[in-house]
């Protein structure tokens, strides 16, 4: 390959679209010769409230969803197309090698009799816009090889913010949260999903206030934790199932809330104000995460938050009342929260491009490390 360690060789972009489905993020990453990387431009694009929509009721089974399905993987290439337009209209000084699109999730069973994950968003037709090679589907080939396919973004946080002398935990909180244990001095690297993030969040706001979010955790500040009902959201199975393991929609929805609430107030023969509902769901995110750092405690010596709860600052407050490890963000490791993810889909995307795996068996169980994605060239 041209170039030399100090010189940039690469220029890749990665998508992200999570399963809060609320938007896209676009990072431009630049790679160098000696697989050191940097952010270089990033944009960000909302979805439109009909794909949103459409979004989260292909999360659960309906009538012709399969059309539905189509119709969303279409529009998603012209959405993603969007976002990446202007980080492409530079190409003459960053000529983008390859462009990683995650694409959005609509099912993930891993743990199936028959495993299989689907995320929508037609690469080929986003191909064929850009201009550009897209890589996809980059969880298949660890369920093929016997993995959970989730979470994926661990060898990108080993990649970027392991150090030699720290041990370092990295919490992506989106729809659905995950962490990383990064030891000291290369030392083997563990993630999985804690359970959900956001998604309850943004559900339960958007049924009782009609907003996509609770901003700035304003109507949560309000609230009481109902310590009765966190006890009966912490007893689900999956807070104590041994890794490796993942979730999604699929799984933490308003369904699966609904049916705890339903039982929680048969039971005690009260009612519960929607307030300190969303304040005890805040503290559901806050604990399953704090309760997997204390475990690793006192290995680990500070952690990392990346997505969109760190800009929730209840969740980084209780965060941080609920373990002694230190809690900052990944902008202390010099990638803001906002971008972590798009740009691992744009490092994964590279060393797919170069036939290299970027799949951690230690975090998904897979037999082996797996060359992540399909590529569909332009």
Known sequence: MPGTSSDPLDYAI????????????????????????????????????????????????????????????????????????????????????????????????????????????????????????????????????????APLAPSFHQAAFAAETEHRGIINIGGISNLTHLPAANGQVTGFDTGPGNTLLDHW?????????????????????????????????????????STGLEYFNLSWLTEILQTHKND?????????????????????????LNRCHPLLESAYVCGGGAKNPLIMKMLRDLTSIPIVTTLNLGIHPQWVEAAAFAWMAHRTLYRQPSTLPSVTGAKKETIAGAIYFS
């Open 14 to 149: 990665g998508i992200m679209s999570g399963t809060s489905a609320d938007g896209i993020d676009a990072v431009l990453l630049e790679i160098t010769e000696n697989n050191s990387f940097s952010v270089v431009a990033t944009n960000t694009l909302d979805f439109p409230l009909d794909v949103q929509k459409q979004i989260r009721d292909l999360g659960q089974p309906s009538n012709n969803e399969i059309e539905t399905m189509g119709s969303v993987h279409t529009k998603l290439a012209h959405l993603y197309y969007q976002a990446i337009k202007p980080l492409l209209k530079n190409s003459h000084r960053f000529p983008v090698s390859v462009i990683g699109c995650h694409g959005q999730t609509i099912r993930h069973h891993p743990d199936r009799e028959h495993p299989f994950t689907i995320q929508i968003g037609n690469a080929a037709l986003l191909a064929q816009l850009s201009n550009v090679p897209v890589v996809s589907d980059f969880r298949s080939a660890d369920i093929a090889a016997g993995g959970q396919g």
């Open 205 to 245: 706001t958007r049924l009782h206030l009609n907003r996509e979010y609770d901003e700035d955790a304003n109507w949560a500040k309000q609230g009481t934790i109902i310590d009765t009902l966190l006890e009966r959201l912490l007893s689900d199975s999956y807070f104590d199932r041994l890794p490796p393991k």
């Open 268 to 292: 005690l023969s009260i009612e519960l104000a929607a307030v300190d509902v969303q304040t005890t769901l805040t503290a559901l995110t806050a604990t399953t995460i704090s309760d997997q």
